[in-house]
């Protein structure tokens, strides 16, 4: 490190033959070190007045075009955008939807033993656990009810939503795509390739169904404006459409549905 105090200066001393520092070069670098250490502290000072602590946030509010932005204060807290009504309702019911499908997934490992089939199965109810998971802590944070309230058979949108079932459903079922209670009792009761060709005729209306269910919500006005929804919901539709051509293909192994045993 480079040295910025002055050059000593010695001076002989012809009576005792010694090294004598001179008293002005004392006094200099007296002076310098002092003015060393008072600038030092002025600079850690002005520092600390200017920089924020480690632990405080900042929290800066991008400005509108044009406009600078601004600095809030640490006690800012975001605020989540409040849902519409069609978005609980998609969440709720999308909750009832994947709950369908795993139960039939849920069947497979006791009904078939297809390879390729219990491999969509595991993926099908892997996913789907995890988003009902995401889908009710994302109802739970905004205040809302995990779970749909029984619709008015009389309410015009529940006529509405009558339209993309089938009429032989079950009345509560309301969900598009959803299987009925015969179909569910025919998946359960067949085994080998009879299942494998329920299993894959019913998951294709199921898979259908929920594409039905994100095209409302996004056709309704003023609904998929949230982030976390917007991402879900469109993820939900692009994994849906790529199982719906896996299990297409499979079908295409087995095109007609196998004889039923009298």
Known sequence: MPSYAPRLQFRRSPRHGK????????TRVRTLIAASIL????????????????????????GAPGKPSK????????????????DVEFMQGMIMHHAQAIEMTALISSHTENKDLRLLGARISSSQSDEIKF????????????SMAMPDASDPKTLEMD?????????MALMPGMLTPEQMDALRKAKGAEFDYLFLT????????????????????????????????TDADNSQRAEIKIMQSMLEKNPSEPEKKP
């Open 19 to 26: 090294y004598k520092r001179s008293r002005k070069a004392v």
């Open 39 to 62: 600038a030092s502290s002025f600079s850690i000072s002005a520092r600390g007045q200017q920089a924020p602590s480690a632990g405080t946030p900042v929290v800066v509010q991008p």
């Open 71 to 86: 600095t809030l204060p640490p006690s800012t807290r975001a605020t989540l955008l409040q849902p519409s009504q069609a």
């Open 135 to 146: 889908m009710k802590r994302w109802l739970a944070t905004r205040g809302e009810p995990i």
């Open 163 to 171: 339209k993309h079932m089938d009429h032989s459903a079950h009345p």
């Open 202 to 233: 019913g998951m294709i209306q199921h898979h259908n169904g929920a594409l039905i269910m994100v095209k409302d919500l996004f056709d309704t006005a003023g609904a998929g404006q949230d982030a976390e929804l917007f991402n879900f919901a």
